[in-house]
């Protein structure tokens, strides 16, 4: 596609449950980022795919957060055993270095968690 | 320690202002700046800077970029109602850095 699709938009669920949030990536690009924003806070790092590399997960917040990256493309951020405080916008971007001086960010939409 | 610091945090003016947003940065193996708009749930991608001092312009906005005193200004001309928003500056080295974000309110 031509731009970075997140699914679902939106997802409400019962604490305790587990959630699974999707990221499509522009084709082509090889660095990917997940990252939250909870309401009226800045952008929170969680966990950064480059390439065939370890991802750098130094920002998930728990072990009950855990994401993969399949074949160098789609990612699943995962969720397991829902809290309140898990309630925020989760964003994916995509990352494209197309020569060595310059790299390109572009973001989904963003699922909007609500954990009721 | 890598780090965007943007300012001022927040910003009240009133339709048909200029606005000056500032982002200073302390970041290693810098590759890019980046400025994005945030509305609602995802940032908009405004401008990439890479090289000093090359103005980049889209309609009434502007920015530049000053690599060697490390900052980049964001100017938006004629302020509209609609370009109430947060606007966020982050920078590139192998990750994403991103600033606090800068809370601007157009008032009519």
């Known amino acids: 596609g031509a731009g970075v699709s997140q699914s679902p938009s939106n997802k409400v669920t019962e604490k305790g449950k587990d959630v699974e949030l999707r990221c499509d990536p522009i084709s082509g690009h090889t660095a990917l980022y997940w990252y939250r924003q909870s309401l009226g806070q800045g952008l929170e790092f969680l966990i950064y795919?480059?390439?065939?590399?370890?991802?750098?997960k130094s920002g998930l917040p728990s072990d009950r957060f855990s994401a993969e990256r399949t074949g160098g493309s789609v990612s699943t951020l995962t969720i397991q055993r829902t809290q309140q405080e898990d309630s925020a916008v989760y964003l994916c971007?995509?990352?494209?270095?197309?020569?060595?001086?310059?790299?390109?960010?572009?973001f989904g939409q963003g699922t909007r968690l609500t954990v009721v | 320690e890598d780090k965007v610091v943007q300012s001022p945090l927040s910003l009240v003016v009133h339709e048909g202002d200029t606005v000056t947003l500032n982002c200073s940065y302390e970041?290693?193996?810098?590759?890019?700046l980046l400025w994005y708009k945030q509305e609602k749930k995802a940032p908009t991608f405004l401008f990439m800077l890479t090289s000093s001092g090359i103005e980049k312009k889209s309609g009434r906005l502007s920015s530049i970029l000053d690599k060697k005193e490390l900052f980049s200004i964001l100017n938006i001309t004629a302020t509209q109602t609609g370009d109430s928003a947060v606007y966020l500056c982050a920078v590139i080295n192998y990750q994403l850095i991103w600033g606090a974000g800068t809370k601007l309110i157009i008032k009519p």
């Open positions: 970041v290693t193996n810098f590759r890019s």
């Open positions: 971007a995509s990352i494209f270095t197309p020569d060595r001086m310059n790299t390109e960010a572009f």
């Open positions: 795919f480059q390439g065939n590399s370890a991802p750098d």
